[in-house]
């Protein structure tokens, strides 16, 4: 699966044109808009955001390793349990057709048949097919690969977060040496993530041996497999109020009030016009605001605010320095 997407040959071009000013090794990292031209689908936008990580100016497999431990420690911040990243490396497939590398990257979608099925629907020869499709089940980790994997175990992680696996292929045309796909497994097998070494794309536009490395994150994928696994924090917290307006005759009030309140650090939401009071209180209900602030005719006599804490359904009756006493302790 291509999650990165193509936001590589941009950067690459940049690294580039900027290669004599900046200082090696060049580590970055970017978040953008992206934009696809295929049918939308579950986590699969037209439009969509992407964050990229890369190391450009090393050659050797610690410039991948870290970028893959990078990959994982990101999931491991944002509070997953687990976060699995499946290590590959194209050098494996150096005597393989790229059209067969690209049918084997769907061997997930589409199953062994199916990748033989492509395959001979590119011209490859049933046999070969086969052939094929046999190597890359039975590849061993070479060199880089050991380095990395005793790299992230150096790091820390525990070990069902990084597997070798050899069916991980990688469509693009450029990706060569380690490549990698992060998956969460509690959020079903789809990837997050997608990272590889493109070397040759980096000297195509620099004219130089400089080495990249790098991933593109699916910043949609990942919010989505949050939501799942219930990840996403709640943002309401005690400090955030509805100011409700009674009435027309009573906007002005209802703004002073809000302006003392966020005077103070409290978040205010001031309703935009007079309506039901019913309209309002289920608005603040929906938009999980725990208190709001109605000042009627009887409350203005008083001098006074209603405080109705919404997840209580209690109300009480106070004046705004007691209304800040209770939300700002």
Do not use: H
Not at 151 to 177: H, K, L, Q
Not at 248 to 258: G, L, P, T, Y
């Amino acid at each position: 699966m291509a999650l990165r997407y193509d936001q590589t040959v941009p950067t690459c071009r940049v690294v580039a044109q900027y290669q004599n000013q900046l200082i090696f090794p060049f580590k970055r990292y970017q978040i953008q808009p992206a934009f696809r031209a295929e049918k939308p689908q579950k986590g699969r936008y037209r439009e969509f955001t992407q964050v990229d990580a890369d190391i450009f100016g090393v050659k050797t497999p610690d410039a991948d390793a870290e970028t893959i431990a990078l990959s994982l420690d990101i999931y491991r911040q944002l509070g997953f349990k687990q976060a699995l990243v499946r290590i590959n490396s194209r050098a494996l497939f150096k005597d393989m057709p790229y059209e067969a590398i690209v049918s084997i990257d769907k061997i997930k979608k589409i199953g062994d048949d199916g990748v033989i099925k492509e395959m001979e629907t590119k011209g490859i020869a049933l046999p070969k097919a086969k052939e094929y499709l046999s190597y890359v089940k039975n590849l061993e980790p070479n060199e880089e690969i050991a380095f990395i994997l005793k790299y992230i175990d150096d790091y820390g992680f525990p070990e069902d977060w990084c597997v070798f696996d050899p069916t991980i292929a990688r469509s693009f045309s450029y990706s060569m040496g380690p490549i990698w796909e992060v998956e969460i497994p509690d959020a079903g097998d789809q990837s997050v993530l997608g990272g590889e070494r493109y070397d040759g794309l980096v000297e195509k536009f620099s004219g130089k041996d400089i080495g990249g490395t790098g991933f593109g994150l699916g910043f949609d994928r990942t919010l989505e497999a949050a939501q799942t696994l219930g990840l996403i924090p709640n943002l309401a917290t005690n400090r955030s109020v509805l100011v409700t307006i009674f009435s027309a005759d009573a906007q002005k009030r209802s703004i002073q009030i809000s302006s003392s309140l966020r005077r103070q650090g409290l978040s205010v939401d001031l309703y935009p016009a007079a309506d039901k009071l019913d309209k309002q209180l289920k608005y603040a209900d929906r938009k999980g605001i725990p208190y709001v602030v109605i000042q009627g005719p009887e409350e203005v006599g008083k001098g006074v605010v209603k405080l109705k804490d919404m997840k209580a359904q209690t109300q009480e009756e106070l004046t705004i320095d007691a209304v800040i006493q209770k939300l700002c302790p």
